[in-house]
């Protein structure tokens, strides 16, 4: 089933295994952070161990696994540069 624009969802069990969906880009990762840009923002996941166990970004799937310490968003960064910004 096609997931909607703009839909994510989270399923953490247990800190150790971090299901997601609506994610649109695997920023960067390592063992110790994951960057993700969702539907609804880009999403840090920090702790220690982690792994990309599933990957499937044109479903927009992605399981982390390992020591979760810290899910973190940043809403969405509007358009229009700097400008835009300074004069709301």
């Keep these: 089933m096609p997931q909607e624009q703009g839909e994510h969802s989270l399923n953490l069990k247990n800190r150790k295994k971090l299901t997601m969906t609506g994610v649109t880009e695997v920023v960067s990762f390592d ?13 840090t996941v920090q702790g220690t161990g982690l ?7 044109q479903g ?27 004069l709301g």
């Design 60 to 86: 927009g799937q992605v399981e982390v696994t390992g020591d979760i310490a810290v899910l973190s968003y940043q809403e969405p960064r509007q358009g229009g540069g700097w400008l835009r910004r300074m």
């Design 51 to 57: 792994q990309l166990k599933e990957l499937s970004v």
């Design 31 to 43: 063992d110790t952070a994951v960057e993700l840009r969702t539907a609804l923002g880009d999403l």
